[in-house]
């Protein structure tokens, strides 16, 4: 029995499924985490590639075997793979934001550490939220939608094909991150009314009794107010977390939707 044959360009057209699903694990929240080993992300990519290649469908006769036209496919599929990305990662970076609000209201903005994603000192409280927000993904099949969006693009958008760029994903990618915005609101807004009408109070107790420390007294009640509201509000992320993860979804379809391929000659 022979060796296997191997067609040039199917092998092109792996390397394409490869290099897109290895962007995507790089990048996306979970599978592009800094505490997973880089041979587990290459393990994972690898397998992905196997299982979804011989499920792609596309012209193999079209593939171009040049140097230059191989090069223009590998960036188109670098752009897609980003906004794959892109879109879920908003999700959790939600986390940092809503971080952000409650340790700006609860006076902890100089108690830093290092995040190990980005190698910055992010507040304590951010990096709390962010691992919360990355245990209740990981509880909500973000990893499993994360997969499932990379097939969609497959079956949508297949290699070997370029892709034009209209506005109307830049345009879902704006969108994308004014929701971002409007869910760590959502998140941080408990904490926030709550600190708000403390410090209102403490204000009418320093007009009224000069002599007290308002600054020492209200610090230590400031921190456990807000610990306080958002352990009871931890109720409602994953419901938060769901719709942010459902509308990332659908705003991975229209992008797919959007873009237009053809040829890369015509």
Known sequence: MGAPIINAAEFAGFILVLTRISLVIAVTPIFGSANLVTEAKVAIALTLAFVIAPQVSYDASMMPMGLFGFLFLGLGELLLSLVLAFMVRLVVETGNLAG???????????????????????????????????????CANGHLIVIKALVDSFQVAPPGMMYAWGPEIF????????????????????????????????????????????LFVGMPLYILAGLLVMGFSLYFWPRLIGQGLYEAQEALKRCLEYLSPRALGS
Not at 110 to 125: E, F, K, S
Not at 184 to 200: M, Q, R, T, Y
């Open 100 to 138: 952000e609000y409650l340790s700006f209201q609860m006076g902890l903005t100089m108690v830093n550490l290092m995040d190990p994603q980005t190698g910055a000192q992010v507040p304590i409280i951010s990096r709390l939220v962010y691992i919360l927000f990355t245990l209740l993904l990981l």
């Open 171 to 214: 345009t879902e990618a704006m969108l994308a991150t004014g929701r971002m915005y409007i869910l760590a609101v959502k998140i941080a807004a408990p904490v926030v009314g709550l600190l708000f009408c403390c410090k209102v109070s403490f204000g009418v107790v320093a007009k009224a009794v000069p002599q007290m420390q308002v």
